[in-house]
């Protein structure tokens, strides 16, 4: 990482500058729904399109990105070509730890999560954001202790926001 640290805000300035079609997925979102948990990364649900995988690659390029846990010496070609070869990336950036999935588990992808997305304002940027209902398939689909965790937590939260709307 860089001596910025984790600035999930700058991150994403630069998708949004290089119009990457994305949904943000994970623990930012869960925070942009309320959630107090930490997250230390920012993760992506990404459109497959060439013309998208372009823009991502160029997005990522700028900010320095490398597979995070990768030795140096292990080769890898930040491109569209790459990208569109794999499903999901992790890596670690001049803004922090990215990770870019193509198809989350427990959903279709991008299309699949962008049909219920709500658009928010981040710092003046307008970014799409997972449901907090799929945000909650995806952690239980996940099913790691810390998803768990975070689903107890979005559960809480989806049943304050019902109250509110009676």
């Given at each position: 990482m860089?001596?910025?640290g984790?600035?999930?805000?700058?991150?994403?300035?630069?998708?949004?500058?290089?119009?990457?079609d994305f949904v943000v997925i994970g623990g930012i979102a869960g925070r942009l729904w309320g959630s107090a948990m930490i997250t230390r990364d920012l993760d992506i649900c990404y459109a497959r399109a060439p013309a998208n995988l372009e823009r991502l690659a160029a997005a990522l390029q700028q900010v320095h990105a490398r597979l995070r846990g990768a030795k140096e010496e292990v080769p890898f070609r930040l491109d569209a070509?790459?990208?569109?070869?794999?499903d999901s990336f992790t890596?670690?950036?001049?803004?922090?730890?990215?990770?870019?999935?193509?198809?989350?588990?427990?959903?279709?992808?991008?299309?699949?999560?962008?049909?219920?997305?709500?658009q928010m304002d981040v710092d003046g940027l307008k970014v799409w954001v997972t449901s907090l209902a799929d945000l909650m398939d995806m952690k239980r689909a996940?099913?790691?202790?810390?998803?768990?965790?975070?689903?107890?937590?979005?559960?809480?939260?989806?049943?304050?926001?019902?109250?509110?709307r009676r």
């Open positions: 860089s001596d910025r984790f600035d999930p805000v700058a991150a994403l300035q630069i998708l949004v500058a290089h119009s990457v070509r790459t990208l569109g070869a794999r890596f670690t950036s001049d803004v922090g730890d990215l990770d870019c999935l193509g198809t989350p588990t427990g959903t279709g992808g991008y299309d699949d999560l962008k049909a219920d997305a709500e996940a099913g790691r202790n810390k998803d768990l965790q975070a689903l107890e937590n979005l559960g809480a939260l989806r049943d304050e926001r019902e109250r509110r």
